[in-house]
């Protein structure tokens, strides 16, 4: 009999995995902080013989060196990645024994990254697992668009070969072990897949799986958001052989030496809720709350190799913040300090607070300044009208142009909001933050971008605009839609008659062209919104649909 172990770390969205039998096991894609595989393994009461990498890491630091150091265990890396230490490269077809009756083999499923591998747990020969690394996840794939720009269309590609590649050669009833997509920055989308698959369920929900190539790789492309900026430092530093991790106890700092650093221009990291920030907090500092992704998100915004001083309630909370951060490169803080705001200022300094409020507070707000730090990907989705979009991982570089004001700044739940205010009230910014889940902005009515289907029907004092080409128009639209192609829009061509001076509703087929038609009308001073899910939500909603005599018939 076999076992596998699930190493989770939740904060990365990932998974590595402890797989073995009775007396020896293999370690795939392990987290740098090892001690915890280590005591895996113990309570397993297995050596560790191999250590596997699906492909070199984009966006963790990983342990596998420092593992394969400590166990003495063989060290498998595919054998195209470039790195610059002693391992045991692994080539496609490749078979390993890790215990009796129990084989890892190499199966080349290039498209994450160039040389990515996975591997088939085969137990007497038979199939029962794959471990995919980033390759064929729960209902999505890995992102391709992490190694070049150059290569970014032809890894979508053999991310598509690859998945069909693994559903084509293993049975229905593999369980597929991914190590991203549990909310991983490298998944390429966030489906809702749930946290176990396998390969025959996959058939049956996988986007890879289920369209045409042509449609799958557009989808996937358009689909891709921002890639972290600290991306760019893990798959050097795993190239390159990380160092063992550290995870002694930081230097402790008093008040005077916090407000050196801070007047230096170093990070003051304030790792307490951001109910307990708002309340009170030292001038300056930022807040990154130590719970969920907070260690993605500071690596993220942090100048790199910038020092980094943090805050913490108690030393357990600092010791798990200082364990998070290795995973993605942040090795020592420069300094911390445990306790409460009032331990970290010196003399009689007053701490700085800030507002926290709901969607229906903003509603009632005069002359606020809305800011909206979701990622592009969320913004499509709907948002604010009048909103000013900065993505949270750019807006360090772009305090300065924020409109003067009050500003309410948002997210979709209130995480990133928290650190977007506590950047702003860092430069002196009034600020409030929106601690609500966004869906309750359009309950508390305040004015969306982008309306449902049956709020443009229900919109009889505006125009409908349908954007697409007029032969997809004359084959269905909704009644009384006037075609005013985008093509015709972006010559600046101008509205039509009927259109003058009035409220308009843009719609196209998927939504995707509609709202760049809102985004040029807008430019142009036209009070506009666009449809959701355009003319196919439409359908699917069952609202009426009319077509020109003639329409469908050779052209």
């Keep these: 009999m076999y076992f596998v172990d699930t190493i989770e770390t939740p904060?990365?969205?990932?998974?590595?995995?402890?797989?073995?039998?009775?007396?020896?096991?293999?370690v795939v894609d392990p987290p740098r902080d090892v001690d915890r595989v280590i005591a895996a393994a113990a309570r397993r009461g297995v050596r560790v013989t191999h250590v596997v990498e699906t492909h070199v890491h984009n966006d963790y630091?990983?342990?596998?060196?420092?593992?394969?150091?400590?166990?003495?265990?063989?060290?498998?890396?595919?054998?195209a990645a470039h790195v610059a230490f002693e391992r045991t490269p692994v080539a496609d077809g490749d078979r390993v024994r890790i215990d009796a009756d129990l084989a890892l083999r190499a199966l080349a499923t290039p498209g994450h990254t160039p040389h990515h591998t996975s591997y088939v747990?085969?137990?007497?020969?038979?199939?029962?697992?794959?471990?995919?690394?980033?390759?064929?996840?729960?209902?999505?794939?890995?992102?391709?668009?992490?190694?070049?720009?150059?290569?970014?269309?032809?890894?979508?590609?053999?991310?598509?070969d690859s998945a069909h590649r693994l559903a084509a050669e293993l049975p229905d009833e593999t369980a597929v072990l991914p190590t991203h997509g549990f909310?991983?920055?490298?998944?390429?989308?966030?489906?809702?897949?749930?946290?176990?698959?396998?390969?025959?369920?996959?058939?049956?929900?996988?986007?890879?799986?289920?369209?045409?190539?042509?449609?799958?790789?557009?989808?996937?492309?358009?689909?891709?958001?921002?890639i972290p900026a600290y991306y760019a430092h893990m798959a050097p530093a795993n190239a390159h052989g990380p160092a063992p991790v550290d995870l002694t106890p930081p230097r402790l700092a008093g008040a005077e030496e916090i407000a050196a650093r801070l007047a230096a221009g170093e990070w003051v990291v304030d790792l307490r809720n951001r109910v307990?920030?708002?309340?009170?907090?030292?001038?300056?500092?930022?807040?990154?709350?130590?719970?969920?992704?907070?260690?993605?998100?500071?690596?993220?915004?942090?100048?790199?190799?910038?020092?980094?001083?943090?805050?913490?309630?108690?030393?357990?909370?600092?010791?798990?913040?200082?364990?998070?951060?290795?995973?993605?490169?942040?090795?020592?803080?420069?300094?911390?300090?445990?306790?409460?705001?009032a331990d970290w200022t010196a003399g009689d300094e007053p701490l700085r607070s800030f507002r926290r409020a709901?969607?229906?507070?903003?509603?009632?707000?005069?002359?606020?300044?809305?800011?909206?730090?979701?990622?592009?990907?969320?913004?499509?989705?709907?948002?604010?009208?009048?909103?000013?979009?900065?993505?949270?991982?750019?807006?360090?570089?772009?305090l300065a142009g924020i409109p003067d004001g009050t500003v309410w700044v948002h997210c979709a739940a209130g995480a990133r909001a928290a650190i977007a205010a506590?950047?702003?009230?860092?430069?002196?910014?009034?600020?409030?933050?929106?601690?609500?889940?966004?869906?309750?902005?359009?309950?508390?009515?305040?004015?969306?971008?982008?309306?449902?289907?049956?709020?443009?029907?229900?919109?009889?004092?505006?125009?409908?605009?349908?954007?697409?080409?007029?032969?997809?128009?004359?084959?269905?639209?909704?009644?009384?839609?006037?075609?005013?192609?985008?093509?015709?829009?972006e010559t600046g061509a101008p509205l039509p008659s009927a259109a003058e001076g009035r409220p308009v509703v843009?719609?196209?087929?998927?939504?995707?062209?509609?709202?760049?038609?809102?985004?040029?009308?807008?430019a142009r001073g036209v009070d506009v919104v666009d449809v959701l899910g355009g003319m196919r939500a439409w359908a699917e909603a069952g609202l009426p649909v009319v077509a020109e005599p003639g329409a469908g018939r050779d052209r």
């Design 506 to 522: 843009a719609i196209c087929r998927s939504g995707r062209r509609s709202r760049d038609a809102a985004a040029l009308l807008t």
């Design 422 to 489: 506590s950047l702003l009230d860092a430069v002196g910014r009034e600020v409030v933050a929106v601690d609500d889940a966004f869906s309750a902005a359009r309950e508390a009515g305040l004015p969306m971008a982008r309306v449902t289907p049956a709020e443009a029907l229900a919109r009889t004092d505006a125009v409908l605009l349908d954007v697409r080409e007029p032969e997809a128009w004359a084959d269905g639209h909704a009644p009384g839609a006037l075609s005013v192609p985008l093509a015709a829009l």
């Design 276 to 341: 307990a920030f708002a309340e009170g907090h030292v001038p300056g500092s930022l807040n990154f709350a130590a719970e969920g992704q907070f260690a993605a998100l500071l690596a993220w915004l942090l100048p790199w190799g910038r020092p980094v001083t943090l805050l913490a309630e108690t030393p357990e909370r600092l010791a798990e913040a200082q364990r998070e951060l290795v995973r993605v490169g942040i090795d020592r803080p420069a300094a911390a300090a445990t306790g409460s705001p």
């Design 358 to 398: 709901g969607f229906a507070e903003l509603a009632a707000a005069d002359d606020a300044v809305v800011l909206d730090v979701r990622r592009d990907g969320e913004r499509a989705s709907g948002y604010i009208k009048g909103s000013v979009h900065i993505p949270l991982h750019l807006l360090r570089d772009r």
């Design 183 to 226: 909310g991983s920055l490298c998944a390429a989308t966030q489906a809702d897949g749930g946290t176990d698959t396998t390969i025959g369920r996959e058939r049956k929900i996988n986007d890879a799986l289920l369209k045409d190539v042509e449609t799958f790789v557009a989808e996937l492309l358009a689909g891709l958001d921002d």
């Design 121 to 160: 747990l085969e137990e007497s020969g038979r199939a029962v697992a794959v471990f995919t690394g980033g390759s064929l996840l729960i209902g999505t794939v890995g992102r391709p668009d992490l190694v070049e720009p150059a290569l970014t269309a032809r890894l979508a590609r053999a991310q598509y």
């Design 61 to 79: 630091v990983s342990g596998g060196l420092e593992l394969a150091r400590l166990t003495g265990a063989r060290y498998l890396v595919p054998a």
């Design 11 to 26: 904060g990365l969205g990932n998974r590595g995995y402890l797989v073995g039998g009775a007396e020896a096991a293999a």
